[in-house]
């Protein structure tokens, strides 16, 4: 089956600190690797994706890269600011399951000034 | 930008009420799910559509039923509220075969059942 495993939390940086959020999966088939994050009392928001081995998603400074030879997809920043404090998912999508995901169990954030 | 609205941010009911929580999405996408997120426990699928009037599900439908009358809406019902189904219920869709994958939330209804 399907599964993605990611960096327990809680996570505490400073800000101007250097992030990463480990994350590796294993799955049936040819996924696609997501990471979305989740503000206090929102609901989850796609923060970037990749599709294929060797991608590498980016978006508001965050990266990550499809590594299909180590099977992860580990999140970056090279410096976090407050507002990045939140909840990142790991999640990974396979065209044959339907259109259901697999998440991580999430990693909170926290980035103190 | 695509959007997913559910009925209430909040909502407080008694144990045993019949309980309907509305998702709405205005982006045609075929899939939609529910999901109950608990600290400590992630986020857990509890039914999924992938068509009008159709549903699957998921990994704790217990206690819950959904329709889908409509593409755009997706309802999850709760039969005989209980203590143990207070927590966040997350809505989301997603495009179907044609799509990667990746899911668009809701903003969450956190239900207190007292």
């Known amino acids: 089956g399907n599964s993605v495993t990611q960096m327990e939390g809680p996570v505490t940086l400073s800000e101007e600190a250097f992030l990463t959020i480990n994350c590796t999966y294993t799955?049936?088939?040819?996924?696609?690797l997501f990471w979305y994050v989740q503000y206090p009392g929102e609901g989850l928001q796609l923060l970037l994706k990749?599709?294929?081995?060797?991608d590498k998603g980016s978006n508001k400074g965050f990266e990550a890269t499809y590594r299909k030879e180590t099977t992860s997809f580990h999140l970056e920043k090279g410096s976090v600011q407050v507002s990045d404090s939140a909840v990142y998912f790991c999640?990974?999508?396979?065209?044959?399951?339907?259109?259901?995901?697999?998440f991580g169990d999430g990693t909170t954030l926290t980035v103190k000034p | 930008d695509v959007k997913v609205t559910q009925s209430s941010r909040y909502l407080v009911k008694r144990t045993g009420e019949k309980v309907f929580l509305e998702c709405v999405q205005d982006?045609?996408?075929?899939?939609m799910f529910w999901y109950r997120q608990d600290p400590g426990l992630g986020l857990r699928l509890i039914y999924f559509?992938?068509?009008?009037?159709?549903?699957e599900k998921g990994d704790i439908p217990e206690g819950y039923s959904v329709s889908r009358e409509k593409k755009e809406r997706f309802s999850l019902i709760l039969e005989s509220a209980s203590t143990n189904q207070t927590s966040m219920y997350l809505c989301?869709?997603?495009?179907?075969?044609?799509?990667?994958?990746?899911?668009?939330f809701g903003p969450g209804t956190r239900l207190t059942v007292t």
């Open positions: 989301a869709s997603s495009y179907g075969l044609a799509g990667l994958g990746e899911q668009y």
């Open positions: 799955a049936t088939g040819y996924p696609s």
């Open positions: 990749a599709t294929k081995a060797d």
């Open positions: 999640a990974l999508s396979v065209a044959t399951n339907a259109g259901k995901s697999t």
């Open positions: 982006m045609d996408h075929e899939n």
């Open positions: 559509s992938y068509d009008v009037k159709m549903k």
